[in-house]
């Protein structure tokens, strides 16, 4: 059995194929870790999802903004925007079943016995992993209705830290922002939402959330997604960039997690852009 991980698909169905076609990947025998946005951007977002709903125990995945930015569609609480490729799956015939499916996803898999966890933006520095489990099952529930709305609905000034006098809907929404959008944070864990640039043009005060020095999470391998600007490098052993801008035309990554291989496939690209 093989374990792969791969970076943020958005919608490039047949470059997911491409690469599972390139490793002989085996739903029977083989796993498939996906750090999240699956969806969005790309032209086959329904495809995507499909696929990764029938592959069953086989496929591994976690939530990324693109994921939660749907659920809110599909609630209500927010409107599609420009660039946006969700239509087909709001008006599928399996809308409900796929989007069921999806909500039921964690923010943060954990995996000690393969030695990795893979998350899809980041995890604050202030972190062991035994806590960003706890804060990833205080989170979970809210990204169901109506908890979606406090969390992903509109808000005047969105929480930039996570502290005890947030109410319980601003800290999950704070807490899910770290999971589904962190690149860069102060050591103390205050939040950059607006930046998005590569890792050397980083605000002053700020890092990237893995390159703290105090940095907690060191006991696992850290996959994760989200920071196309890296292209895949982070300069850090234990921690893994799979987003190398599949949905700006560059490529969609797969790592083998026992020897780290990567695998790539060009893509044509969607030249939206994505966050």
Not at 102 to 116: F, I
Not at 168 to 177: D, M, V
Not at 227 to 247: I, K, M, R, S
């Amino acid at each position: 059995m093989a374990v792969y991980a791969v970076g943020d698909v958005q919608g490039c169905y047949e470059e997911l194929r491409c690469l599972l076609q390139q490793v002989r990947f085996d739903p029977a025998r083989d796993r498939l870790w996906l750090v999240g946005d699956l969806v969005n951007r790309g032209p086959q977002s329904l495809e995507v999802l499909r696929f990764v709903h029938s592959l069953g125990p086989a496929a591994q995945l976690v939530l990324g903004n693109h994921e939660v930015h749907m659920l809110a569609v599909a609630a209500g609480v927010r409107r599609l925007r420009a660039g946006d490729t969700l239509a087909a799956i709001l008006h599928a015939s399996d809308r409900d079943e796929l989007l069921g499916w999806l909500a039921r996803q964690p923010l943060l898999h954990v995996d000690e016995a393969l030695g990795y966890c893979m998350v899809h933006a980041g995890l604050l520095p202030g972190w062991t992993i035994a806590e960003a489990l706890e804060r990833a099952r205080e989170a979970q529930p809210w990204l169901l209705p109506p908890g979606i709305a406090g969390v992903a609905g509109p808000c005047p000034v969105e929480p930039e830290e996570i502290t005890e006098e947030l109410s319980p809907a601003l800290r999950a929404r704070a807490i899910i922002g770290a999971f589904t959008r962190l690149r860069v944070c102060t050591a103390g864990g205050r939040m950059n939402w607006s930046f998005k640039g590569p890792a050397e043009q980083c605000p002053p005060g700020f890092a990237p959330w893995f390159a703290h020095p105090t940095r907690k999470a060191r006991s696992l391998g850290i996959l994760f997604g989200h920071w196309a600007a890296l292209h895949g490098q982070t300069q850090v052993a234990d921690v893994f960039a799979l987003d190398t801008g599949c949905a700006w035309g560059r490529s969609l990554t797969l790592m083998r997690l026992e020897d780290q291989r990567r695998f790539s496939c060009s893509c044509q690209g969607v030249s939206h852009g994505a966050d």
